[in-house]
Nanobody, 125 residues
Framework: QVQLVESGGGYVQTGGSLGLACFAS????????IGWFRRPPGKKREFVSA????????VYADSVKGRFIISRNNANNTAYLQMNDLRSEDTAVYYC??????????????????WGKGTLVTVSS
């Protein structure tokens, strides 16, 4: 099965940018649709963005549309989430996840079967 490890989290000021990476091992990243989710402090985990196996389809939550960009490099077994114009409400632990479904219900965390441990993003003014 695939193992996922996120990196790139940290502290950034409001309006700044941060890039996250999700490295896959054990199986080829190209076998899986990938989703990014986040858990803000004291709240439930929520969908952020997702990308199909080929990268041709991308999906975004309304809250990040126009600010975040999801991408993947299957040759490097890595998926990415570029986050721009960050706001305090973007503060959360960010998780990447792989789905065992060819075309999952993108926004449902139950469609994703393998998860990384998460990386913390803190946005402060």
């Amino acid at each position: 099965q695939v193992q996922l490890v996120e990196s790139g989290g940290g502290y950034v000021q409001t309006g700044g940018s941060l890039g996250l990476a999700c490295f896959a091992s054990g199986r080829a990243l190209s076998e899986y649709p990938i989703g990014w989710f986040r858990r803000p402090p004291g709240k439930k985990r929520e969908f952020v963005s997702a990308i199909s196996k080929s990268g041709m389809t991308t999906v975004y939550a309304d809250s990040v549309k126009g600010r975040f960009i999801i991408s993947r490099n299957n040759a490097n077994n890595t998926a990415y989430l570029q986050m721009n114009d960050l706001r305090s409400e973007d503060t959360a632990v960010y998780y990447c996840a792989a789905s065992g479904v060819h075309i999952p219900e993108w926004e449902s965390e139950f469609e994703y079967h393998w998860w990384g441990k998460g990386t913390l993003v803190t946005v402060s003014s």
